[in-house]
């Protein structure tokens, strides 16, 4: 890995500094390639991922568990409103809205704990 050396040119000040003996200094700046920045960032990412992916799959038991809580019984209440209640649609769809809702929050947090997997699972499904 090879890096861009660039050489930066400092005027002499006309201001009291000039007693100092100042004089025009070149100085060496090393700057760093493109593919050494995006290195450090990828082991960033990687660093930071795999700490969020085991307290997001350790807390995956009660999300899951509290979405399903509420996702089956609103379905099946739900459906009973949908017959027993047909003329309150605010009920019925309120139940449908709720357990559709969890529904989705339940396969959100599984998609978001597939697209962190440190096995790169959302490449292999």
């Known amino acids: 890995m090879t890096n861009k050396v660039i050489e930066v040119n400092f005027r002499k000040s006309k201001g009291t500094l000039q007693k100092l003996d100042l004089r025009a200094v070149?100085?060496?700046v090393i700057i760093p390639k493109a593919a050494a920045i995006q290195s450090v960032f990828?082991?960033?990412?990687?660093?930071?991922?795999?700490?969020?992916f085991l307290i997001l799959y350790w807390l995956r038991l009660p999300v899951?568990?509290?979405c399903n809580i509420v996702s089956i019984p609103?379905?099946?209440?739900?459906?009973f409103a949908w017959y027993a209640f047909p003329?309150?649609?605010?009920?019925?769809?309120?139940?449908?809205?709720?357990?559709?809702?969890?529904?989705?929050?339940?396969?959100?947090?599984?998609?978001?704990?597939?697209?962190l997997s440190p096995q790169d699972m959302m490449r292999n499904l």
Do not use: C, E, H, N
């Open 87 to 115: 003329d309150k649609t605010t009920m019925v769809w309120g139940f449908g809205a709720i357990s559709f809702l969890a529904f989705v929050i339940g396969w959100t947090y599984d998609f978001i704990l597939m697209a």
């Open 74 to 79: 609103m379905l099946f209440a739900w459906l």
């Open 42 to 52: 990828i082991w960033m990412w990687i660093i930071i991922r795999w700490p969020v």
């Open 26 to 28: 070149k100085q060496r």
């Open 64 to 66: 899951i568990f509290l």
